[in-house]
């Protein structure tokens, strides 16, 4: 192999390198979606053999322009688990703690909530805004 071609073929790898590495840091995410997400509080039971629920309560700070259901979408979910976001109001009350179970906050915030996600054990979405 010539050294012109060692010299083509090293820098093709390092463009490569860079790329994928570029690529891999520049992903969407949530600080990317427009609404002004806060999550505020969040639930994770100590199970990891059996299903795994989460619950998250988050703030929107623009509920007219969020794109609430991405957000869901990217949260993390198991397989057989359960995954739940509760969404609220930056400018109306909103719980600072989440519980599992049917009722996952005081019904006193219930009319605060202005959507609900929810991903099930079989990975179906539920979205509603109210």
């Known amino acids: 192999m010539t050294r012109q071609t060692r010299i083509i073929l090293l820098t093709v790898a390092a463009a490569l390198l860079v790329w994928f590495t570029w690529d891999a840091f520049s992903q969407p995410g949530v600080q990317d979606l427009q609404g002004g997400f806060e999550e505020v509080a ?3 039971n100590e199970n990891n053999t059996g299903p795994i629920i989460r619950v998250y309560a988050v703030t929107v700070a623009a ?4 794109e609430m259901e991405a957000y869901g979408n990217y949260m993390p979910h ?3 688990g359960n995954t739940k976001v509760f969404f609220f ?10 519980l599992p179970g ?11 909530v202005i ?10 979405v539920n979205f509603k805004k109210f």
Request: zero cysteines; charged letters at 40%.
């Open 102 to 112: 049917e009722e996952n906050f005081p019904a006193e915030y219930q009319k605060n």
């Open 115 to 124: 959507a609900r996600y929810e991903k099930d054990a079989m990975g179906q």
């Open 63 to 66: 509920p007219e322009k969020a």
């Open 89 to 98: 109001s930056k400018d109306k009350s909103f719980p600072k703690e989440v």
């Open 42 to 44: 969040s639930y994770r």
């Open 78 to 80: 198991t397989k057989y």
